[in-house]
């Protein structure tokens, strides 16, 4: 499974921007990556912990701005068509999925 984070935090004062970025490192601090500019997402090994995910993500919301969360199965994710921009215009890309850890 995974969890997107989709997010619109303000940035029009010091304290709301730093809030914004506070916000952001704490996704990076809980393993997620960015996908685009605020959308943040995660491998979760299951919805147990794509839920304790998003309770620690509750617990750390900005005072201000929206956040979505999403959370998506490995076959939908599969579906996603990604397409990054190149000098000839653009070009889809496959998409590659992250490599499991094997634990012993």
Not at 35 to 46: E, L
Not at 50 to 74: C, F, M, V, W
Not at 81 to 102: A, C, I, S, V, Y
Request: charged share 30%; aromatic share 10%; hydrophobic share 35%.
């Amino acid at each position: 499974m995974w969890l997107q984070v989709l997010y619109d935090l303000p940035v029009t004062t010091d304290a709301k921007r730093k809030a914004a970025v506070e916000f952001r490192d704490f996704l990076l601090d809980q393993g997620f990556e960015m996908s685009q500019f605020s959308v943040y997402q995660r491998c979760c090994s299951g919805k147990e912990m794509a839920d304790s995910l998003s309770a620690q993500i509750e617990k750390n919301l900005p005072k201000y701005g929206r956040i979505h969360l999403l959370l998506i199965t490995d076959k939908q994710y599969e579906k996603m068509k990604t397409f990054h921009g190149t000098e000839e215009g653009m070009k889809r890309k496959k998409r590659e999925n992250p490599d499991q850890l094997t634990l012993f």
